[in-house]
Structures are given as structure tokens and as C-alpha cells.
């Protein structure tokens, strides 16, 4: 392939493309290339531009970092109550943070409307893909370190394959059962082997 770039087009570039790579997607970019799964990149067209596209599975892949989609957390919206005693209107948000997602103790409140909104958002998208018939994959960044990754990527691949036989095998004709006794015989006499059995 003949290089058309110059030093700096090329830098200019490849500068680009750091800034927008996280290294949990990376992770999931590599494994997948070097089993021979090909795929694209955030495809605009896609709702929610997924960080992976896989046309020929019909499969969408999130990879998604643990604080800023909230993995795990418990955000209850505010939950409307009475006071016991003063019968004063307040509000109990019920807020728990995951191993993977800590809530910063400052700002608490813009945090949490932050993450929420995130994963209002991630929902509908994840809504309308599967309503258009994706298979939606939701890769958590504590899924992808390096002890778990070979693990998190089988899965991957399980389920790739399980949507893709069920998605574009349902026009194929229907497998015949056979009953056994129209089986034909084998004419062999069973062996005698001199034990007792
Ligand atoms: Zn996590």
C-alpha cells in the first residue's frame, strides 16, 4: 500500500485516533481481529453509535467504562415521601455505589444526574437496536483486564454465534428426525467376547 501521507498528515492522524480509542476497546478490537472477526467502527448510522459494529452477526457492541455508565449502581430516582413528624414533603434518593463505580462524595449530585442520564440514554438506544433486530453486547470495562478479557471474549463469541444461527437459520428447511426403527439393521450378531457378561 502506498503511504499518501505526509509526517505531519500522518501525525495528525494518528493523534486522532488516540484521543478517540480507549484502551478497554482496543482490547476488544484486538481479540476480535486476531480470531478473524472483522467489524466496523463507530458507525454513524447505528443508534447510539456503537464502538463495534458487526454486520454479518447483526450484533452491536458497547464497550462501556464503569463510572461514567454507572456499572452496577443503585440510582433510584427520588422517591417522593412525608416526613414522620412534620409532615414536611422530602425527597430519599436511594444511591449505592458498585466495586467498579464510585460515586465522588462532592458534587454528589451532579454525578448521579450525570450517570443516570448516561444510562437513560444507553437504554434507549439499546432499545431501538434490538427492535430492529440487533443483538445488543454490553462490554463492561472490569469485564476487559487482562485477567478476565480471554474469559469475557469467549462469551462474546458464544453469543455471536448463537445469534447468528438463530437470526439466518430460520429459512433453512427443518431438520429431519428419523424414527429409529426405519433405521436399517446392522446384520452382525453381537460378539462373543468369553466373559460373562
Ligand atoms: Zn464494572
Known sequence: MTDIMTPQQRHNCMSHIRSKDTKPELKVR???????????????????????????YRTAIFVNGCFWHGHDVVLL?????FHETSLQKTSIQQIANSQCCKIPKTNRDFWVAKIRRNQERDLQNYQILQENG???????????????????????????????????SRKAKPYILVDEEDLPMAAEEPEEYGLNL
Not at 481481529?33 to 448510522?45: A, D, P, Q
Not at 430516582?77 to 415521601?81: A, Q
Not at 483486564?145 to 444461527?165: I, N
Request: proline residues 6%; hydrophobic residues 40%; aromatic residues 14%.
Open 30 to 56: 484486538q481479540w476480535l481481529w486476531s480470531h478473524g472477526y472483522r467489524y466496523r467502527l463507530c458507525v454513524k448510522s447505528v443508534p447510539g453509535k456503537p464502538d463495534i459494529v458487526m454486520r454479518k
Open 134 to 168: 440487533w443483538q445488543v453486547i454490553i462490554l463492561w470495562e472490569c469485564q476487559l483486564k487482562a485477567s478476565l478479557l480471554e474469559q469475557t471474549m469467549r462469551q462474546v463469541e458464544v453469543q455471536l454465534h448463537d445469534y447468528f444461527l438463530r437470526t439466518f
Open 77 to 81: 430516582p427520588p422517591v417522593k415521601t
